[in-house]
């Protein structure tokens, strides 16, 4: 079984992670760039965190045989925050970046004047830069987050088969699908989905443009959860074929319209920037 995970965090993960993910199946991954946890306080830190999952976490990934993309974007959380806002003018210098495969996470929190300045914006630079973009729908009132998502979505220059609206579940699925979206899916071990739910969905709506995703991060949760739904599909009663699809066609495609993945992992540096992940040894 070869596994894309969409949207995971491994920033925030440890070596271990990446370890169990190949042994798994995973060879491919997106590292969306998100909060911290806690405020940051000025866009000076954003850039550092964009520089790392350009350079170290590839490099980090590599090591174990991942390839490693990501997408890069003032996350909507933070929007809020004028301290952060800067931002927004200095993402064109890294769109560019060969490992920048769409412009997310983009959406909404708590849908506000600006979260919706700040997803428009970012809508347009996606279109500008002909990359994709990767959507965050809202965890509270879902559907009423959705549908505000697509009213922005049909205003800007971006057709919706390039945006990838990510944390659906079964109260949004149709309308996201019908709108002409990719649709993805986050498995955890207590909120969000879970793998049955998931194959309820499965069952419903079919293997098209049906993206699933750990969304591993530092809360509680599970960066082989991919793995687990594949495997739960096999039980379900789908095939190979289909398992394929949703855990690798799917992604390659999405992501692939961004001209920029590279799935053939040549061999690991041995250092980045002067650093080994390797403690103790020479």
């Known amino acids: 079984m070869r596994i894309f995970d969409p949207h995971i965090h491994m920033t925030s993960r440890t070596t271990d992670d990446y370890r169990a993910m190949y042994d798994a199946g995973v060879r491919a991954l997106v590292e969306p760039s998100f909060w911290l946890g806690q405020p940051r306080t000025s866009p000076a830190s ?8 350009l350079g170290w976490e590839p490099f980090r990934a590599a090591q174990y045989g991942i390839a490693h993309h990501c997408t890069l974007a003032l996350n909507p959380k933070e929007a809020n925050d004028p301290r952060c806002t800067p931002v927004l003018d200095a993402l064109p210098r890294y769109l560019v970046k060969d490992s920048v495969v769409a412009v ?3 959406g909404y929190d708590s849908m506000t004047p600006a979260e919706d300045t700040a997803l428009a914006a970012q809508l347009q630079l996606a279109a500008d830069h002909g990359l994709p973009a990767l ?3 809202p965890h509270r ?3 009423a987050g959705l549908h505000r998502t697509l009213d922005v979505i049909r205003e800007s220059h971006l057709p919706p088969e390039r945006v990838l609206l990510d944390h659906l579940n079964e109260t949004t699925v149709k309308d996201a699908t019908d709108s002409g979206c990719w649709a993805g899916f986050s498995i955890y071990p207590d909120t969000k989905m879970d793998e049955d739910r998931m194959i309820a969905v499965l069952r419903t709506h079919g293997t098209e443009r049906i993206l699933v995703n750990s969304a591993a991060d530092w809360g509680r949760s599970d960066p082989l959860k991919t793995r687990k739904v594949g495997d739960a599909m096999l039980a379900a009663g789908f095939d190979e074929d289909d398992v394929d699809q949703v855990l690798w066609r799917n992604p390659v495609a999405f ?3 961004s001209g920029r993945l590279q799935l053939d992992i040549a061999a690991p540096e041995p250092l980045h920037e002067g650093n080994s992940i390797l403690r103790g040894g020479e």
Request: glycine share 10%.
């Open 46 to 53: 954003f850039f550092d965190y964009f520089d790392a999952l």
């Open 135 to 137: 959507v965050h729908t």
């Open 255 to 257: 992501y692939g319209q």
């Open 104 to 106: 997310g996470e983009i």
């Open 141 to 143: 009132d879902k559907l």
